[in-house]
Structures are given as structure tokens and as C-alpha cells.
């Protein structure tokens, strides 16, 4: 089925606004992460992982930009809470109801109520599982909206890709959120500065399994003279983090290269190709000198590109699908 009645345009529509929303709000609360762990601090990395009562004077951001950041994650934040409501709505209703678009809007709410409630409490902790949560369930709600676009949309289905395609391409999603969850959690865990070199740490390579068992996002974070210490398996988690990125990469710049034979889809192919390499190019930049903050928002914003893109073109099925 697509979308010739008006309740499903809606909903398209409606989705459409979500991502913009989710995208606002993803950035912001990169933003508003970032720059609390020390990120792109003045004196970097002697200022990385201090309190804020003590990394105040280093700060090189004005309060301003931090108060509109808080402003502009709180004011997406809740116009999506209500445009989910809305969808939820409008996909019960005889026109509009499916079982993806119900099953779509309902995730959406869940996950709306769960990021509240989260949210309520991710000011200043030191539980590294809450920022974990709070990025991947923004990114999940992202693509939930890209979803429900992509199954409302009257253009839907016009491009079909090849199944063994649309396979690859659900693969690499999980994959792709499987490194946004660990870039996360080795962000919130202060593993930054664990590693000296770009593709090597201090780490015993007998032990590295073992370290990362060893980690437990649940657990708050210990404090030492007002700076926030790395827990055993930061750096084990932060080079894994790092190799990980590099194959995946490399793995969406072949299956883009490949797609490039396929015409009805060389846009996608070429815009693959060209988010994959510049995030793999500013993942190696981020850890070879010094880290900026824009740097680290990019990384960010390109990740949640390369999540759309995989999405559109696993969706991209046949009408017969």
C-alpha cells in the first residue's frame, strides 16, 4: 500500500517534521554533552573531565551559547512529545491505520516518555549509561520518523533497490548504531585522552576482553580532585571504538563504490560515498591532534546522515514488496 489518502500525506508530512526536530535536538544535546565533559575547552586536555564548577574559567564559550542550545533542545523537544501524540492519533484512524504506522507512532511515544523521564535526570551525572541512552534514543527516534516518512510518502517505492541491497543496507544500519552507542559510551566514560597515538593505547592486549567486561555503564563514574576518572576499559573501549569506525567506513564507501553502477540509485551511492569518507576522514583528524568541539558535533551530525541514508535505501523496495 502507499500513500494516496489524506491522513497518511499527513503523517508523511508530519514525519518529515519530526526529522528536523529530532535533528534539532540530537545536535543540541551533542552540544550540551560535549561541552560539559570538557570538549573543546580552552586548555585542552588539562581542562578535559574537570567539574563544571572547576572548568568554568577555561570555558572559551560564552554562557549565551550554552542557555540557547538548552533552549532550543527544550522547545524541539517538546513540539516533538506533541507532533508524536498527534501521529499516534492520526495512525489509529481508518485511513491512516497500518500496521507499520501504528507500530511506528507507538515506538515513537514509548521512546518519547523514556527520553523524558531520562532527561529529568542527565543534568550533570556521572552514570555513563544515561548519555548512552539518551544519544541512541535519539538517533532510534530519527530514523522511527524517517520510517514512517518513508512508508507515507507518495514517492515511496519509486526506486527500487535489489533485495541483496536492502539486506546490506538493514545490516549496516544495526552496525551503524552499534558505533553510535560505543563512540557514546567511550565519550561519556572520558576515554578521549586514554589513548596517545591514534590507532594504539596503553593497553595490555591479554587483558583488553577482560577490561571491557569490566566496564559497567550503570555505575557513576568516580571523582578525583574535581576531575572525572576514566574507569578500566576506557581505553580498551575507545580503540575498539576507533578500529570499528574505520571498517565500517570503509565497508559504506564499498557498497557505495558498488552502487555507483546501479543508475537509478548513483545519487545515494554518491552521497554515501561522500558522507562515509568524511566521517572516516574526521574520525582520524578528531584523534590525531587536538579535538574542537565543532569537530566533535560534525562527527555527530554526519553519523546521523549516514544512518538516513542506509535507511532510505534499505526502504527503497519495489511496489510488488
Known amino acids: 500500500m502507499h500513500a494516496t489518502s489524506a491522513p497518511r500525506r499527513l503523517l508523511a508530512r508530519a ?7 529530532m535533528a534539532v535536538i540530537v545536535i ?6 560535549l561541552t560539559s565533559i570538557g570538549i573543546g575547552c580552552a586548555d585542552w586536555p588539562q581542562c578535559y573531565g574537570r567539574l563544571a564548577s572547576a ?20 522547545f524541539a523537544a517538546m513540539l ?47 552514570v555513563p549509561l544515561i548519555g548512552v541512552v539518551n544519544l541512541v534514543g535519539g538517533f532510534t527516534m530519527l530514523l522511527l520518523f524517517w520510517l514512517l516518512w518513508s512508508t507515507n510518502a507518495s514517492a515511496s517505492g519509486s526506486t527500487p533497490a535489489p533485495v541483496q541491497v536492502r539486506l546490506a543496507a ?13 563512540g557514546a559510551l567511550s565519550s561519556v566514560t572520558y576515554g578521549v585522552t586514554t589513548c596517545s597515538a591514534p590507532l594504539t593505547c596503553a593497553t595490555d592486549s591479554q587483558g583488553s576482553l577482560e577490561a571491557l ?11 578525583e580532585d574535581e576531575r572525572v576518572i576514566a574507569p578500566k576499559g576506557a581505553a580498551e573501549l575507545q580503540l575498539l571504538h576507533r578500529y570499528s569506525g574505520l571498517a565500517l ?52 551530525a554526519l553519523a546521523a546522515v549516514l544512518l ?9 523496495r519495489s511496489r510488488g514488496d
Not at 15 to 21: D, K, T
Not at 90 to 119: E, P
Open 249 to 300: 567506513g570503509a565497508i559504506l564507501i564499498a557498497l557505495g563504490a558498488w552502487l555507483l553502477w546501479v543508475k537509478r540509485l548513483r545519487a545515494l551511492a554518491v552521497a554515501l560515498v561522500a558522507a562515509a569518507a568524511a566521517e572516516l576522514l574526521l574520525g582520524l583528524a578528531m584523534v590525531s591532534g587536538p579535538l574542537p568541539l565543532s569537530a566533535a558535533l560534525a562527527h555527530n
Open 80 to 126: 516533538t512529545g506533541v507532533l508524536v501524540l498527534f501521529m499516534l492519533i492520526v495512525s489509529i484512524t481508518r485511513a491512516g491505520r497500518t500496521r507499520a504506522n501504528f507500530g511506528a507512532a507507538l515506538a515513537l511515544c514509548l521512546a518519547t516518555i523514556l527520553l523524558a523521564a531520562i532527561g529529568r535526570s542527565s543534568a550533570g551525572t556521572l
Open 28 to 33: 543540541s544535546s551533542a552540544f550540551l554533552r
Open 55 to 74: 572548568s568554568a574559567a577555561a570555558d572559551p564559550l560564552p554562557p549565551a551559547a550554552v542557555r540557547v542550545a538548552r533552549l532550543l533542545h527544550r
Open 213 to 223: 567486561r569490566s566496564l559497567t555503564p550503570s555505575v557513576p563514574l568516580q571523582v
Open 170 to 182: 538493514f545490516a549496516l544500519l544495526a552496525a551503524l548504531l552499534a558505533q553510535v552507542a560505543a
Open 308 to 316: 538516513l541514508l542506509l535507511a532510505f535505501l534499505a526502504l527503497r
Open 15 to 21: 514525519a518529515l517534521l519530526g526529522c528536523v526536530l
